[in-house]
C-alpha cells in the first residue's frame, strides 16, 4: 500500500506542472556553435540581447541539446554553422523562434555583416505523462528496488528452518544454494509488484500504456536484478541491518537523481548523476512506453538490468563458495 500512497501524494503535488501547458516567461535556447562560425565575434552581443527578450542561451552538444528539446526541458535549439545556422523548434514554441530570428538579424545587421542562410527544422516532443500516471509508475520501480525488506524475511525464513545446514550435508553447488534464495525473492517481488499495479490500476487508474507486456517484462528483469543485488549485500556484509541500510541508501541516491522524487524531464539535479542511476533509465523507459509507445532508452535499461543481475549472482556465488557467506 505504501506505494500506492506516495503515487497518490506526488502526483497530486506535481499535477499542476505536468499537466498543464503553460508557457514559460524565460524561454531556454540551447546553442552549438562551430569552430569557423561567422557568429563567434557577436555570440557574447546576442547573449545579451537574447537575456533582455527573455531568451537565456545554453551551450549543448548537439545530440544532448536535442534529447532536452524532444523532452521540452529546453523550448528552442540553435546549430550555427560556417554560413549558416538551423533553429530547432517544437509546435510549441515557434513564438520562441522569432525572437530569436529577430535577435538574429539586429545582430548581424549592428555586425555589418551578410546575412546569414538559415532554415528551421521542427521537432516533434516527448508528450508529457499525467502526474497520477508517471508517478503511478516511477514508486513502482523505486519501491521494487527497497524490496530487500521483503528479501530478507526469505532468507530469515531459510536460517530458521535450517535449511542450508540440510542442502549442505547433500552434494550441493554454491550455485545451487544461491538459486535457493534467488528464485523465491524474485516470485516474491513479482507478486508484491502485481498487487501493487491491480490496486493502483483500480484506485487511481494508471495507464502503462499499450506496450504493457514489455512493460511486465521490463519489471521482471528488475525483480531479478533486485533479488541479485540485495542478497549480495546480504552475502558482503552477513548482517541483516547493515545491508538494508546501505541498500536504501544507494537506492535513495538512484531514487533522486533518477526521476523517482522530481520528475526526470523537470529535474534540478546533474544530468550525469542521472546517467549513473539504473532508475533513470527504467523510469525513462516505462514512462516512454506509456506515453508513446517506445523508447531509445530500453536497450540501454536492459542491458543494465542485465549486468547488474549477472555481477550481483556472481559475487554471491563466490562469497558462499569460499565460505564468506556461510551464515547467508
Known amino acids: 500500500l505504501m506505494p500506492v500512497f506516495l503515487i497518490t501524494l506526488l502526483s497530486s503535488t506535481f499535477d499542476g506542472m505536468l499537466n498543464v501547458n503553460y508557457s514559460l516567461k524565460e524561454y531556454d535556447v540551447g546553442y552549438t556553435v562551430s569552430e569557423d562560425s561567422y557568429i563567434l565575434p557577436m555570440l557574447e552581443t546576442m547573449k545579451t540581447v537574447g537575456a533582455k527578450s527573455k531568451l537565456k542561451l545554453i551551450p549543448y552538444a548537439k545530440e544532448v541539446g536535442l534529447e532536452k528539446l524532444n523532452d521540452q526541458s529546453l523550448d528552442l535549439y540553435i546549430e550555427f554553422g560556417t554560413r549558416e545556422y538551423v533553429i530547432y523548434q517544437t509546435e510549441e514554441t515557434k513564438a520562441a523562434t522569432m525572437i530569436l530570428k529577430s535577435i538574429m538579424s539586429s545582430c548581424i545587421q549592428r555586425g555589418s555583416i551578410q546575412e546569414a542562410a ?42 530458521k528452518g535450517q535449511i542450508r545446514s540440510r542442502m549442505k550435508m547433500s552434494p550441493t553447488s554454491a550455485f545451487s544454494l544461491y538459486l535457493g534464495k534467488f528464485i523465491p525473492c524474485v516470485i516474491v517481488l513479482c507478486i508484491q509488484m502485481g498487487l501493487a499495479m491491480i490496486i493502483s490500476f483500480f484506485s487511481l487508474g494508471i495507464d502503462w500504456g499499450e506496450k504493457l507486456i514489455l512493460s511486465l517484462g521490463i519489471l521482471f528483469l528488475q525483480a531479478m536484478a533486485v533479488s541479485a543485488f540485495s542478497i549480495m549485500l546480504y552475502h558482503v556484509f552477513q548482517n541483516t541491518a547493515a545491508a538494508i541500510v546501505s541498500c536504501f541508501v544507494i537506492v535513495f541516491g538512484w531514487g533522486l537523481f533518477g526521476g523517482s522524487f522530481q520528475t526526470y524531464m523537470f529535474t534540478t539535479t546533474s544530468d550525469k548523476m542521472a546517467a549513473v542511476s539504473p532508475i533513470y ?45 556461510e551464515r547467508v
Open 118 to 159: 538559415y532554415h528551421v527544422e521542427d521537432i516533434t516532443a516527448n508528450p508529457i505523462p499525467e502526474s497520477k500516471n508517471y508517478y503511478g509508475i516511477v514508486e513502482i520501480v523505486y519501491f521494487m528496488w527497497c524490496g530487500i525488506l521483503s528479501i530478507s524475511a526469505v532468507i530469515n525464513s531459510e536460517r
Open 281 to 325: 533509465y527504467l523510469n525513462r523507459t516505462l514512462v516512454e512506453y506509456s506515453t508513446k509507445g517506445s523508447s531509445e532508452y530500453a536497450l540501454p535499461c536492459v542491458l543494465i538490468l542485465i549486468a547488474l543481475i549477472v555481477i550481483g549472482s556472481t559475487i554471491s556465488v563466490l562469497l558462499c563458495k569460499f565460505g564468506k557467506g
